[in-house]
């Protein structure tokens, strides 16, 4: 919280912020100086702190899963089923992306894995065949 220079205080929350209150002249210079100083100070414990539990290269790797994740599931949709065995991946791969739980019954968890308990079942029949 930074005091304005009509005394009324307002939350920053980065050095841009703060940045452009200087501009305006809304902020005394010496306690706009004082809060870049505590910000730039918490900056640099929050920096170090993240490398030393690398929360940010944990958020960017699963940012990057999800994204390859998705790239897959794109390219699964775009490519042709051979097989009962391929249509039963596709609908896999819906089951486990789309759907908030295993045991979710609203429309349509629960018929696409009805359906892909028929094809299983057709599978086996027919191999046994």
């Known amino acids: 919280m930074i005091e304005l220079s009509d005394g009324s205080t307002v939350t ?12 305006e002249g809304s902020v005394d210079p010496a306690i706009g100086a004082k809060a870049e100083a505590e910000l730039l ?5 929050w920096d170090a702190s993240d490398r030393a539990i690398g929360y940010s290269a944990a958020l ?14 794109e390219a ?6 051979s097989s009962l065995a391929g249509v039963a991946a596709k609908l896999d791969a819906i089951l486990r992306e789309g759907q908030p739980s295993k045991d979710d019954d609203e429309l349509p968890w629960l018929q696409i894995r009805s359906a892909l308990e028929d094809i299983g079942r057709i599978s086996e029949r027919t191999t046994k065949s």
């Open 41 to 45: 100070a918490h900056q640099r414990r």
């Open 60 to 73: 960017r790797t699963e940012s990057e899963a999800a994204d390859r994740a998705e790239a897959l599931l």
């Open 12 to 23: 920053l929350n980065s050095l841009d912020s703060l940045r452009d209150m200087l501009c």
């Open 76 to 81: 699964l949709s775009e490519t042709p089923a």
